[in-house]
């Protein structure tokens, strides 16, 4: 994922010359369309189909059922943590990624590389490695686990270990988008706002805030759709206790697993329609916005 | 291998950048096709390799029709502005590509094909450079590494498309000079794009000159400079001063003066402009005789000349006259001082819009 | 190091960069070494037996391998598609275009039971695959679906700027010198764009390899035959057994950082090529 998000440095001005499209004279016209049709075809069975078949299975039973599987108390609560741990993660998980981007972008330091590399952690960590070492440090058998019992607090099998797990995996995302965006913009903007006299807050909220905007906005996004969505490293945190510890994407497994799979797919597709929504708004952000900001 | 292009045009959605155009060039010829930007000569420079196909005319090659033959198959060697190297490959690499793609058959031996390199490297002088990758050359290395590499399999003809224009003016007057003295020995039939004027009138054996995708007059460098056919190529190749005049039976008005005009014998009471090149406007002491009296506004120095910029007396329009360095030092011209000027040879124009817009 | 190579106007220095780290250290640092400390409660014997345990081996066999063809399939559709994208605009294409990047913002087990649904032997694709003899849920054959789904978008993401940066006059170069359609993509758009293939693939690898979510439901979790390696760690947590799973986690853990390192390689690679070809 690091490098999907890491975009180039500032380029000088393209010198291609701007042509006019013309048509090639080519014998193998018939070339282009059979890529075309074989790419096309890859995409719809390897994405359409797939998501069709959310929304397709969610119904299956019809409309009141739909409705019933979404609005019964599991899933009502299910729904309520997967906002919780969201609203918890995403906002920490942006202060920190300005702090770091601000860092990282606007000042020069040995260690820049290495630390950039830590940030890119939890993307090539797998989900269950980054629940299993929550689950090493807070639980039971865990180096805090005697001194958490003996003082009744529960992390892992209960919320606070969601959360934290909910963390781990999406930190890297609104740092890994704002880094390459403010190190393009570079830094004479805020060097001008200090010389005429501005503080360190001043010039960050100001000068530097709405040239990122939409990069946060961006960076957010992304960040609550896997902070909403992540399922491995949840799942082993979690203790699957339905009704309290349970998030959208586990309620989603066990209503699965125990052969209910209308109402599975119902939840189901409350996700993958924010997956659309994500999709959409960070298309738009991307096109309008953040071209022009590099 | 000679080039007739017959009728062709060619639109991109709206716009059209070639329209109805007719040019033939000659065996073993080198002719540049001259304009602005957007005037269709780069448009011609691709319709002649194949990169882009005329939706009307005729392409030949040595009589025989061209105009469907697929890109690989012309045998044109293309001299990109920007280079196009193969970056991840050698020099060497780069010149030997075309002859390794070549089907099994035609393909040359591995000794043959690194004889053939090495020959090529050294007519462009740069023999000692075959490992070096492209990013590790200077612009004018670059651009005889990629002449090298079109002239590697043996072109019919060689299409050169702003070769200079990527490279500083120091270096572009060196290759400029480099390439024709090449093309002299090597006698292929070469045609190069360029907005350079200066450029086309220097190397090529023929000008053509291109605007708005329609040819406004081919010739030798010498003929288009002094006879130039339409106010276009008289005010592209070279300043010009540009005065209203009346031309009456054979006669035109410039300034205070008149000068015989015979391409308009029956012309009555018609009005035109007359083209005045700078170096034409003499400055004389007696105002009896001079055509303009002008006020100095400022005097440019440039190396071996002088401009003089001149606002006109009677209606404060801008005029511009230029003399040798020596001839300047020997006036006592100053900055607010009035001059007279005598035009030494003028070129008049008719208004008439149809006059205006013939090719040549 | 991290103190300041320059003196700098700006503010804020400490701030942040302690904020950063005290963050990092948190959330990744400490967790992550807690790992590496379980282990050193077990001997070196007794880490290597769990580790090369038969059931251990498989599901890392499964895992890797699965997750390597997986990265090849994507790689060369992924090329595919973001050529397609890139050079053959059709109807639609910006919709594709987002779309492509439907598994990076599906959650995992959307994608599992879905991708369960289609290729069940009663699903949408599962039927008629069935009807020519291949199964493909629950069998190692789903697990290889399921992991070209979540890698998809690397490869196309990290190919498609580098392809709408490639000069055309590249191609028409070679092709004005003879070389026919295939010769001009093998010997020119392919060396050209290796860099970015290549890490799109790792990407593609990297997180194929510990994918648990869109996996273990088609999967069918069959110990020593369809079972993945994240599982096995869940199953030794069921049971309790902390410092097998932890084993595991550990050896997972190590190829992540290999990997990690291997990613930033090729993009240093892919930046230095890039500020040459500026250059050119």
């Known amino acids: 994922m690091a490098a999907v ?94 702090s770091a981007a601000w860092a990282i972008a606007k000042f020069d330091f040995k260690g820049k590389a290495i630390l950039i590399t830590l ?33 009744d607090i529960k992390i892992i099998f209960a919320v606070p270990g969601i959360v934290l797990a909910t963390i781990f995996v999406t930190f890297p995302f609104v740092a890994r988008e704002l880094i390459p965006l403010m190190q393009a913009q570079g830094r004479d903007e805020e060097e001008a706002a200090v010389a005429l006299g501005a503080s360190g807050w001043q010039t960050f909220w100001r000068v530097t805030l709405p040239n990122v905007k939409w990069g946060i906005l961006y960076g957010v996004i992304l960040c609550n759709a896997r902070a909403m969505g992540e399922f491995g490293a949840v799942s082993v945190v979690s203790g699957h206790i339905r009704g309290t510890t349970n998030t959208l994407p586990l309620h989603v497994e066990i209503l699965y697993n125990e052969y209910n799979f209308a109402a599975a797919f119902a939840c189901a597709s409350l996700l993958a329609f924010l997956a659309l929504v994500t999709l959409v708004i960070k298309t738009v952000v991307e096109r309008r916005f953040l071209k022009a900001a590099r | 291998m000679s080039i007739k292009i017959e009728n062709v ?50 392409i030949y090659f040595d009589s025989e029709d061209a105009t469907d033959k697929d890109v690989g198959e012309r045998e044109v060697g293309f ?6 190297l193969f970056r991840h490959m050698t020099v060497f690499e780069n010149v030997a590509f075309g002859l390794r793609v070549k089907p099994k058959k035609q393909r040359p031996s591995e000794a043959a094909i690194r004889e053939k390199v090495h020959g090529l490297l050294n007519l462009v002088q740069l023999d000692w450079l075959g490992d070096r990758y492209p990013h590790q050359l200077s612009g004018g290395q670059r651009q005889r590494i990629a002449l090298a590499r079109a002239l590697a399999i043996e072109p019919k003809v060689l299409l050169l498309d702003e070769p200079f224009g990527a490279l500083d003016a120091k270096v572009r007057k060196d290759l400029r000079r480099w390439l024709r003295r090449l093309h002299d020995e090597i006698q ?9 004027q200066e450029e086309a009138l220097e190397v090529s054996d023929r000008v053509v000159l291109f605007d708005h995708g329609r040819i406004e007059q081919i010739g030798v460098p010498d003929e288009v400079y002094d006879h130039p056919a339409t106010p276009f190529v008289y005010g592209f190749l070279g300043h010009a001063n540009r005065v209203e005049s009346r031309v009456d039976h054979g006669f035109a008005t410039i300034g205070r003066a008149r000068i015989a005009a015979p391409e308009y014998p029956a012309a009555v009471g018609a009005t035109g402009t007359a083209y005045i090149r700078p170096h034409d406007l003499e400055i004389v002491d007696d105002a009896g005789q001079a055509a303009f009296s002008a006020k100095v506004e400022h005097i440019v120095k440039l190396g071996s ?30 900055t607010g001082d009035t001059i007279h000027l005598a035009a030494r040879r003028a070129r008049v124009f008719i208004d008439a819009p149809a006059a205006s817009k013939e090719t040549a | 190091m991290l103190t300041l190579r320059r003196p700098s106007v700006l503010p804020g220095f400490r701030l942040t960069l302690g904020t950063t ?78 779309l492509v990047d439907l598994p990076f913002a599906l959650p995992t087990a959307v994608a599992g039971i879905a991708l369960t649904a289609v290729y069940a032997p009663n699903g949408w694709l599962g039927a008629p695959l069935a009807a020519l003899g291949i199964k493909v849920a629950f069998t190692p054959l789903g697990v290889l679906v399921a992991l ?4 998809l978008p690397f490869v196309v993401r990290t190919v498609q700027p580098v392809l709408e940066d490639m000069e055309k006059e590249l191609e028409e170069a070679a092709r004005l010198l003879g070389a026919r359609p295939f010769q001009v993509f093998m010997r020119i758009v392919l060396p050209t764009l290796m860099p970015a293939l290549l890490t799109g693939f790792t990407l593609a690898f990297a997180r194929a390899v510990g994918e648990y979510g869109s996996v273990v439901f088609i999967a069918g979790n069959m110990p020593m035959v369809s079972e993945i390696a994240p599982l096995v760690i869940i199953s030794k947590l069921e049971q309790y057994d902390y410092p097998g799973a932890t084993a595991l986690a550990v050896v997972m853990l190590l190829a992540s950082f290999v990997m990690l390192l291997a990613i930033n390689l090729l993009q240093g690679w892919m930046r230095r090529r890039n500020a040459q070809e500026r250059n050119v």
């Not at chain 1, 010198?15 to 075309?36: E, F, N, Y």
């Not at chain 2, 606002?311 to 006036?331: A, C, I, V, W």
């Open chain 3, 21 to 98: 780290l005290f963050y990092l250290a948190l959330i990744v640092l400490i967790p992550l070494s807690a790992a590496f400390a379980k282990t050193l409660s077990m001997t070196w014997e007794q880490f290597w037996m769990t580790v090369t345990a038969p059931r251990v081996l498989a599901s890392l066999r499964l895992s890797f391998g699965a997750a390597f063809i997986a990265a090849l399939v994507n790689a060369v559709f992924g090329l595919l598609v973001a050529w397609v994208l890139v050079r053959n605009p059709f109807p639609g294409r910006r919709i594709v275009d987002a």
């Open chain 3, 148 to 151: 070209i789904f979540i890698g």
């Open chain 2, 305 to 334: 000349t002088v401009r003089l910029e001149l606002s006109d007396l009677s209606d404060g329009k801008p005029l511009e006259t230029e003399l040798t360095r020596e001839g300047f030092d020997e006036t006592s011209i100053a």
């Open chain 1, 119 to 151: 940030i890119d952690l939890p993307f090539s960590v797998s989900p269950v490695v980054s629940g299993l070492v929550y689950v090493l440090m807070f639980g039971l058998q865990g180096w805090f686990g005697p001194w958490l019992q003996a003082h």
């Open chain 2, 79 to 84: 001299v990109f502005q920007h280079y196009a």
């Open chain 1, 5 to 98: 998000l890491d975009k180039p440095l500032p380029e000088a001005a393209p010198r291609r010359v701007a042509r006019p499209i013309g048509r090639p004279p080519s014998r193998s016209r018939w070339m282009p369309i059979a890529l075309t049709t074989v790419a096309l075809a890859y995409v719809t069975i390897a994405l359409f189909v797939p998501l069709a078949a959310v929304f397709v299975e969610a119904f299956r039973k019809g409309i009141a059922h739909y409705f019933a599987s979404i609005s019964e108390p599991d899933a009502l609560s299910a729904i309520r943590l997967t906002f919780t741990a969201a609203a918890i993660a995403v906002p920490a998980n942006l202060v920190f990624g300005v």
């Open chain 2, 9 to 58: 045009s060619k639109r991109f959605n709206d716009f059209v950048a070639l329209d109805r155009v007719n040019l033939t060039i000659e065996p073993g010829e080198l002719v540049a096709l001259l304009g602005p930007s957007g005037s269709g000569k780069t448009t011609l420079l691709r319709v002649i390799a194949g990169l882009e196909v005329p939706d009307e005319g005729r």
């Open chain 2, 188 to 196: 292929l039939t070469s045609v190069f794009v360029t907005h350079d």
